[in-house]
């Protein structure tokens, strides 16, 4: 399974990015879904997701208030926008899709298919 992500690039601080996520090889739908960081000498981490076609999505801390992730069923798409943008925020974005899990708290949890990742670079 490919995840193909895009939109990344250059932007100042306070500048805004939005993220795209597309694949033809599953149907996003019918998977949890989000998006992953990973800054240079530091772990990946969740950055949001949704857990299932239901409910809210997760955030993490660093991010809410200023990211927003929407998923577009027709075009099999995932979004990630990026306002308010801060240097912490420089990393590699990954794509990823997942187990889904109906019921439980929003979350990262269980994903299973990765995109190869596009860079956000928010200059200090």
């Known amino acids: 399974v490919q995840l193909q992500a895009s939109g990344g690039g250059l932007v100042q601080s306070g500048g805004s990015l939005r993220l795209s996520c597309a694949t033809s090889d599953i149907t996003l739908e019918h998977y949890a879904v989000g998006w992953f960081r990973q800054a240079p000498g530091k772990k990946r981490e969740g950055v949001s997701c949704?857990?299932?076609?239901?409910?809210?999505?997760y955030y993490d801390d660093s991010v809410k208030g200023r990211f927003t992730i929407s998923r577009d069923n027709a075009k099999n798409a995932v979004y990630l926008q990026m306002t308010m943008l801060r240097p912490e925020d420089t990393a590699v974005y990954y794509c990823?899709?997942?187990?889904?899990?109906?019921?439980?708290?929003?979350?990262?949890?269980?994903?299973?298919?990765w995109g190869k990742g596009t860079q956000v670079t928010v200059p200090a």
């Open positions: 990823t899709a997942g187990l889904v899990r109906l019921g439980a708290s929003p979350s990262c949890d269980g994903m299973y298919y």
């Open positions: 949704f857990s299932s076609r239901f409910g809210d999505p």
